[in-house]
């Protein structure tokens, strides 16, 4: 009987062992194609939002090739970020991961070692396709909502509009309820906010918890949507960079030169975070547009920031809704980039007004808000 149990401790003593493995130190490797010499960075993404931390860092050989490392307490988000290039949202659910991507084709990288990866690049690709039908829709209904006697093909493009978000969302659902890694059910969570109603999340976001109770993102996840308003609860809390120092941001330009937001310290910059792929974004600009000529001679201007992947749609986009002030792009997956926490805004359209100092005074302007607000400060 007691060689038995010893036998049973020693086995146990492995498998926990063996579980163990996936964590601690961990190694992201690969190559890197027409991107010579550049630097390239291993940044950890922490759970609730705070700033990306850089783990390792190195400059490609000139073969491409790279070597990083990486110490993790749990399964957790990871991105390898090009300079002045493309990144990869990674999940150290193996000690060893191999990356191959080419800058000029960055979208169809290969990520190998890492089952969760690969599956967050599966998703983030279907998400993509239909996430472009739905901005079709949303840019018809624009259409006929301009045009008279439109009535009954509107509430058919409505009807399809909420079909193609339903359908969305259960590409989401899938996922998640699918997914055996924790990190990546995390993140998923995250992109199901966007367009799920909060009943549908909770249950979600419960259901993962539970499965992996020790996870730290999945509980704070739970923690959140299962807070609940008392009655007489006051009003929620304003943006928290209110009256703050703007986060600097140095992101590529229209024509492929870093441009920082501090080169316009001594304006009044409305900093407009949005994407050509954003229905609403679209139907928005043309009130920035109209802010923009009313007020762009009284020491104002505007910095346009796009979350867009796809450079021809970004351009085309600024074209075609003549958005003639200057604009950056991150160029790269939005869910992961760093500046949406430093901004901390999850959802698009989204904007800041920062004074000459380089403080923001207000956010979320729209409409005739965006108008009002500039008129009193630039008397």
């Known amino acids: 009987m007691k060689r038995i149990t010893l036998l049973l401790l020693s ?16 190694t992201v490797s690969g190559t890197i194609k027409n991107a010579t010499n550049a630097k390239i960075f291993l940044q950890e993404l922490p759970f609730g939002g705070d700033q990306p931390i850089v783990l390792d860092s190195g400059r490609l050989e000139k073969s491409g090739s790279f070597s990083l490392k990486g110490v993790a307490r749990e399964e957790g988000l990871y991105r390898l970020v090009l300079e002045n290039g493309p990144d990869v949202l990674l999940v150290n659910d193996n000690e060893f991961i191999q990356v191959a991507l080419d800058v000029n084709n960055y979208r169809e990288y290969t990520v190998t070692g890492s089952p969760a990866s690969e599956s967050l690049h599966n998703l983030f690709e279907n998400y993509r396709k239909q996430d472009s039908v739905l901005y079709a829709t949303f840019q018809q209904i624009d259409t006929l909502q301009k045009q008279p006697g439109t009535d009954s093909l509107l509430n058919l493009a409505k009807i399809k509009r909420e079909t193609q978000i339903k359908e969305m969302n259960e590409v989401v659902r899938a996922f998640i309820k699918g997914s055996k890694s924790p990190a990546s059910r995390y993140y998923a969570l995250g992109m199901a906010s966007r367009t799920m109603n909060p009943d549908e999340l909770k249950v979600l976001a419960n259901e993962s918890a539970n499965a992996f109770k020790e996870h730290t993102g ?21 943006y928290a960079l209110l009256n703050k120092k703007a986060p600097e941001i140095t992101l590529m330009d ?5 441009f920082s937001l501090s080169s316009l310290k001594g304006k009044y910059v409305l900093v407009d975070f949005w994407a050509s792929w954003c229905g609403p974004c679209r139907r928005e600009n043309p009130n920035v547009v109209l802010a923009y000529n009313q007020f762009k001679n009284k020491n104002f201007t505007i910095l346009g920031v ?11 986009a600024i074209k075609k809704d003549q958005l003639t002030w200057k604009h950056v792009s991150i160029l790269a997956d939005w869910n992961s980039h ?11 359209p989204f904007n800041v007004l920062i004074d000459p100092q380089g403080n923001i005074i207000a956010n979320d302007l729209r409409g005739g808000e965006l108008v009002q607000k500039l008129a009193e400060v630039l008397k």
């Open 338 to 348: 760093p500046i949406t926490q430093a901004y901390e805004f999850s959802a698009i």
């Open 11 to 26: 086995v146990s003593l492995f498998f926990f062992a063996c579980k163990q493995k996936k964590y601690g130190g961990f």
């Open 254 to 258: 229209t024509n492929n030169t870093p």
């Open 306 to 316: 796009s979350m867009d992947d796809n450079k021809e749609a970004w351009l085309e």
């Open 218 to 238: 999945l509980l704070k996840i739970k923690e959140l949507v299962n807070v609940t308003q008392p009655i007489n609860q006051a009003a929620p809390k304003g």
